[in-house]
């Protein structure tokens, strides 16, 4: 893991434009519709907009669209980070690579699809997760918008960012970190979902809509800890909006849908049972963690976490380099990602490798893909070999085999099995 974690140069991330034309005075966006006209108004993302016959799209000329926050609104965004309780550091982490290899490669490319997360208890699993707060990179926010709507990418914005672009009124932004939300075992379907104000509906006729914690996790981590023990309805959930990537709320005939695009992760004990396949297909890698028997190693896992009980600040402080290396570093694997290549034998070789596996879908040829160009630029190359899809096809294979009761064998040994058959 030393040798993969080596020093890169930092990258700017700029947020990709999806509008065809814009300038600095100016901007045309165009609103792709949704299917379905009625009564001479077509949907807009849910917004009902009156048009002319024969027309298929509209045009919404807007000046001065995003706008940078005040100090004094930076300055309050500084307090409340300041705030927040210490997180122990990723870089501190001793042991358990595969996790935290897995854990890094779904930073930098998000659409991999997360990560599920089993092994003992005391392994430090729900530590190393929320660790990686400090290294989640930075993205462009509507201010004061509940779902963390990006100003300008239609598919990620929330029904008032979206009434205020129609409205031509202007966007201040704000750059963030992305958000991680803890989705706790308890928690009931409205908190999860967000609720309805029925009586302001009724009384004042407006949707006032409570968001929940999918809105929050819009563009960023939804973490499930214990994710093996979720209620089925809140696995239902999880499963419609992690598949169609809208979260829709449908309460007393009111109807309201808002982005809820997120990376999902989930730690668990299998002695504490095992996953529905639904949703443990939808976590596009799987990292096993176990107990650590060196007793060396040991000693120094429990003085470090005492040096942190004691002062968490110093402790953080003594990190603090290794912490912004490895910050510059997924920086530029996320700028060169785009770039990184993967030949077309080598994509051969993984669809047969899940094809002779008898793997159900094309989710698992598509992870193996993404996975291995984001270890490629996490090493700093521009090109995928046969190493990186070694190291990481385990990982995104081991949960989508079919399980036989009888099998002793690991599923992440079979699949080694058949890459070096394959491969040769």
């Known amino acids: 893991m030393a040798a993969l974690l080596g020093t890169a140069p930092a990258a700017a991330i700029l947020p990709s434009r999806i509008f065809p034309s814009h300038s600095s005075n100016s901007s045309s966006f165009f609103l792709p519709p949704s299917s379905g006209v009625s009564s ?3 949907f807009y993302g849910g917004m009902g907009v009156p048009l002319s016959k024969g027309r298929s799209r509209f045009r919404v000329s807007i000046s001065n669209v995003a706008t940078e926050v005040s100090p004094a609104q930076k300055e309050k965004l500084a ?42 208890r005391g392994t430090g699993k729900s530590t ?56 706790p075992l308890g928690a009931t379907e409205d908190r999860v979902c967000g609720t309805i104000d029925i009586e302001k509906a009724l009384t004042e006729g407006v949707k006032a809509f409570e968001p929940g914690l999918l809105a929050k996790a819009n563009r960023g981590i939804l973490y499930v800890d214990e994710v093996n023990l979720l209620d089925d309805h809140l696995v239902d959930v999880l499963l419609d909006s992690a598949a169609s990537g809208w979260n829709t709320v449908e309460r007393e005939g009111i ?18 049972g095992e996953l529905r396949p639904q949703l443990l297909d939808r976590f596009g890698m799987h990292a096993q963690v176990g107990t650590v028997r060196d007793a060396e190693l040991r000693v120094k896992i429990v003085e470090e976490r005492a040096r942190f009980d004691r002062n968490p600040k110093e402790f953080r402080e003594s990190y603090l380099a290794e912490q912004e290396k490895l910050q510059q570093q997924i920086s530029s694997a996320r700028s060169t990602l785009s770039s990184v290549t993967l030949d077309h034998d080598l994509r ?56 036989d009761p009888l099998e002793s064998i690991d599923s992440g040994v079979l699949v080694i099995e058949k890459f070096y058959e394959v491969f040769n």
């Open 255 to 272: 109807s309201i849908s808002h982005p809820a695009r997120f990376i999902l992760i989930g730690s668990g004990n299998p002695e504490e």
């Open 40 to 42: 001479g108004r077509q």
């Open 348 to 403: 051969v070789k993984i669809s047969k490798v899940c094809a002779e596996l008898n793997v159900d879908g094309l989710r698992g040829d598509i992870v193996t893909n993404r996975a291995a160009r984001a270890l490629a630029a996490l090493k700093g190359r521009d090109k995928v070999t046969a190493d990186d899809i070694a190291t990481v096809i385990p990982n995104c294979l081991r949960h989508r085999l079919r399980k």
């Open 128 to 183: 190393t997760v929320r660790s990686l707060v400090d290294l989640l990179p930075e993205i462009t926010v509507v201010y004061g918008d509940p779902f963390n709507s990006d100003p300008e990418d239609a598919e990620v914005q929330g029904p008032e960012v979206r009434e205020k672009i129609v409205r031509g009124e202007e966007l201040s932004v704000v750059s963030t970190k992305i958000n991680m939300v803890d989705l």
């Open 79 to 120: 307090a409340s980070k300041e705030s927040q309780r210490p997180v122990y550091p990723f870089a501190a982490i001793v042991g358990q690579d595969e996790m935290k290899l897995c854990l890094l490669l779904n930073v930098i490319d998000p659409k991999i699809g997360g990560v599920m997360i089993m092994g003992d």
